[in-house]
């Protein structure tokens, strides 16, 4: 969604590397540049010159010509700024002292409020909440079906009385849900309402009824996060008619410029709650201004990577079979394993995306085949027990039979054998502390300084003992007096380096 404007940023920040010192034209330049990139990426006028106003502001003042390093400070207020506009702290769902806590969707027609109607219910099902469905979208056609058949997929009750299709009384509905909702113990109630082609003023004032008659808690206004620069009009409008409290950004996987995520919560003073990130049902979360700020300027976001990690992973059977395998017992069917662990995390898209740095390889990345997971997958399933567990076996004629099974060449069977290799290689050498093949190895540990793979020089004879001609050194010496009493030629005690008493600061760290 930010391709574009990351990279107008990162080519703005530039040219400030390698300054000492920033002068007028410096910022003034740079200033320029982030102005072309929001205005490039759909951001409304007004959000632009607030903030590049505060940049400036911040830019000339102490904090960066102070800086020991003034371009690293300028993208810090960037990031500031970022995170400020986009609504400086993460916005919770306020919940009623008084259960079932109503929160509606209201949106325009197309934006995804079906979908993203059941993506609420399967997160507040995560949350420990018993969330209820309620179909008062009875204007398009099969909206009610849609929903059923979301909730369904969701594992959410839905509650839908009337078929839709123009047939219904939409009020009536989500006070009957509501009703329901109380009845049957559900503590939260999501009301589905009927989208606009456009400020349709017949269906906006329906909305405004529909939330008179169940005085929500929440009312979230969905939008498409690729709507562009009308997403203000857009928004301004519903907040007069429906007075929203909340925004939820759809579509943030698509490959428009995100302009209306930058702009919304400063048109309209409403926080950005949550954000769609896909197509799948848990493809959505709660939105992080500080995280999406990060992600712009390419600086990742390790902590919602974790996140989904301790989500999608058994963190505990993960450690054990990393230890496992760094002790040298590494199979098939381990990594197996982990390739079904990467899958449950998304695509390597969006896994690769947090990453800090990895926006220089966003080519690589969105060109990678993500298919190719699951013919490696293929080929390993082809494979007896015993070839998992010990891949020697595997020779030609087996090769043949595996790349049959799994509808893959001979050579596709090749390469995934020779890369199971080449990584259990790495592990033994990585659980010898000889660190990665092809990098020099951890200092302090087996083959330092040494390139692996490099032939090693033949260790020459050792010479004998070579001897004082001081006649009374060489007396001292024979008599083992040179050291000094009680300690070892390198300061160690007469026990050896293991009696070394460390500070106290280097024991904390072990």
Same mark, same amino acid.
């Given at each position: 969604?930010?391709?574009?404007?990351?990279?107008?940023?990162?080519?703005?920040?530039?040219?400030?590397?390698?300054?000492?010192?920033?002068?007028?034209?410096?910022?003034?330049?740079?200033?320029?540049?982030?102005?072309?990139?929001?205005?490039?990426?759909?951001?409304?006028?007004?959000?632009?010159?607030?903030?590049?106003? #505060?940049?400036?502001?911040?830019?000339?003042?102490?904090?960066?010509?102070?800086?020991?390093?003034?371009?690293? !400070?300028?993208?810090?207020?960037?990031?500031?700024?970022?995170?400020?506009?986009?609504?400086?702290?993460?916005?919770?769902? !306020?919940?009623?002292?008084?259960?079932?806590?109503?929160?509606?969707?209201?949106?325009?027609?197309?934006?995804?409020?079906?979908?993203?109607?059941?993506?609420?219910?399967?997160?507040?099902?995560?949350?420990?909440?018993?969330?209820?469905?309620?179909?008062?979208?009875?204007?398009?056609? #099969? =909206?009610?079906? &849609?929903?059923? @058949?979301?909730?369904?997929?969701?594992?959410?009750?839905?509650?839908?009385?009337?078929?839709? #299709?123009?047939?219904?009384?939409?009020?009536? @509905?989500?006070?009957?849900?509501? =009703?329901?909702?109380?009845?049957?113990?559900?503590?939260?109630? /999501?009301?589905?309402?009927?989208?606009?082609?456009?400020?349709?003023?017949?269906?906006?004032? !329906?909305?405004?009824?529909?939330?008179?008659?169940?005085?929500?808690?929440?009312?979230?206004?969905?939008?498409?996060?690729?709507?562009?620069?009308?997403?203000?009009?857009?928004?301004?409008?519903?907040?007069?008619? @429906?007075?929203?409290?909340?925004?939820?950004?759809?579509?943030?996987?698509?490959?428009?410029?995100?302009?209306?995520?930058?702009?919304?919560?400063? /048109?309209?003073?409403?926080?950005?709650?949550?954000?769609?990130?896909?197509?799948?049902?848990?493809?959505?979360?709660?939105?992080?201004?500080?995280? *999406?700020?990060?992600?712009?300027?390419?600086?990742?976001? *390790?902590?919602?990577?974790?996140?989904?990690?301790?989500?999608?992973?058994?963190?505990?059977?993960?450690?054990?079979?990393?230890?496992?395998?760094?002790?040298?017992?590494?199979?098939?069917?381990?990594?197996?394993?982990?390739?079904?662990? /990467?899958?449950?995390?998304?695509?390597?898209?969006?896994?690769?995306?947090?990453?800090?740095?990895?926006?220089?390889?966003?080519? !690589?990345?969105? #060109?990678?085949?993500?298919?190719?997971?699951?013919?490696?997958?293929?080929?390993?399933?082809?494979?007896?027990?015993?070839?998992?567990?010990?891949?020697?076996?595997?020779?030609?004629?087996?090769?043949?039979?595996?790349?049959?099974?799994?509808?893959?060449?001979?050579?596709?069977?090749?390469?995934?054998?020779? &890369?199971?290799?080449?990584?259990?290689?790495?592990?033994?050498? *990585?659980?010898?502390?000889?660190?990665?093949?092809?990098?020099?190895?951890?200092?302090?540990?087996?083959?330092?300084?040494?390139?692996?793979?490099?032939?090693?020089?033949p260790q020459q004879k050792k010479k004998g003992k070579r001897v004082s001609g001081n006649p009374a050194k060489r007396a001292a010496e024979a008599a083992g007096t040179t050291k000094q009493d009680g300690a070892s030629a390198f300061g160690f005690p007469a026990g050896g =380096?293991?009696?070394?008493?460390?500070?106290?600061?280097?024991?904390?760290?072990?």
């Amino acid at each position: 969604m930010f391709d574009t404007l990351q990279d107008r940023l990162q080519s703005a920040f530039k040219s400030l590397r390698g300054k000492g010192r920033l002068s007028e034209a410096d910022i003034d330049a740079v200033a320029r540049e982030i102005r072309v990139a929001l205005l490039d990426a759909d951001v409304a006028v007004p959000v632009v010159r607030d903030f590049i106003a #505060n940049v400036k502001e911040r830019a000339r003042g102490s904090e960066v010509s102070q800086a020991l390093n003034p371009a690293q !400070q300028v993208i810090k207020i960037v990031n500031d700024e970022l995170v400020t506009i986009l609504g400086g702290e993460t916005r919770r769902i !306020q919940y009623a002292k008084n259960p079932p806590t109503v929160i509606m969707l209201a949106g325009l027609q197309g934006a995804g409020k079906t979908t993203l109607a059941g993506k609420l219910g399967l997160w507040l099902k995560g949350q420990g909440k018993s969330p209820m469905l309620v179909a008062a979208d009875l204007q398009r056609p #099969n =909206a009610v079906n &849609q929903l059923q @058949v979301v909730g369904g997929q969701a594992g959410v009750t839905v509650f839908a009385p009337e078929p839709g #299709n123009g047939i219904g009384d939409p009020v009536k @509905v989500a006070t009957d849900g509501l =009703a329901e909702a109380r009845r049957t113990l559900h503590d939260v109630v /999501i009301v589905d309402t009927a989208g606009r082609l456009g400020i349709d003023a017949e269906l906006m004032q !329906q909305a405004a009824d529909i939330r008179a008659a169940v005085d929500p808690d929440e009312v979230l206004f969905v939008i498409d996060a690729m709507i562009g620069q009308d997403a203000v009009v857009t928004a301004e409008a519903f907040l007069e008619g @429906v007075d929203f409290t909340g925004v939820v950004l759809t579509k943030l996987d698509g490959d428009a410029r995100g302009g209306a995520a930058l702009s919304v919560r400063s /048109i309209t003073g409403r926080p950005i709650m949550f954000a769609s990130t896909g197509e799948k049902l848990t493809d959505f979360d709660a939105f992080h201004p500080d995280r *999406m700020a990060s992600r712009i300027l390419d600086m990742g976001d *390790m902590l919602t990577l974790i996140e989904q990690a301790e989500k999608a992973l058994d963190t505990e059977q993960a450690a054990k079979d990393a230890e496992r395998m760094l002790g040298g017992r590494f199979t098939m069917d381990d990594l197996l394993t982990q390739l079904e662990g /990467i899958a449950k995390l998304g695509s390597m898209s969006k896994i690769m995306g947090m990453i800090p740095g990895m926006g220089q390889y966003k080519d !690589q990345i969105n #060109n990678f085949d993500e298919r190719e997971f699951d013919r490696i997958k293929a080929i390993i399933k082809s494979m007896t027990p015993a070839e998992r567990d010990n891949p020697k076996l595997i020779d030609g004629s087996r090769r043949t039979r595996i790349s049959k099974g799994s509808g893959t060449q001979v050579k596709d069977v090749n390469n995934v054998v020779d &890369q199971f290799f080449a990584m259990r290689k790495m592990m033994q050498q *990585m659980s010898k502390g000889g660190g990665m093949p092809g990098m020099p190895g951890i200092p302090g540990m087996p083959g330092v300084g040494k390139r692996a793979g490099a032939k090693q020089k033949p260790q020459q004879k050792k010479k004998g003992k070579r001897v004082s001609g001081n006649p009374a050194k060489r007396a001292a010496e024979a008599a083992g007096t040179t050291k000094q009493d009680g300690a070892s030629a390198f300061g160690f005690p007469a026990g050896g =380096a293991d009696e070394f008493e460390l500070p106290k600061e280097l024991k904390d760290l072990l």
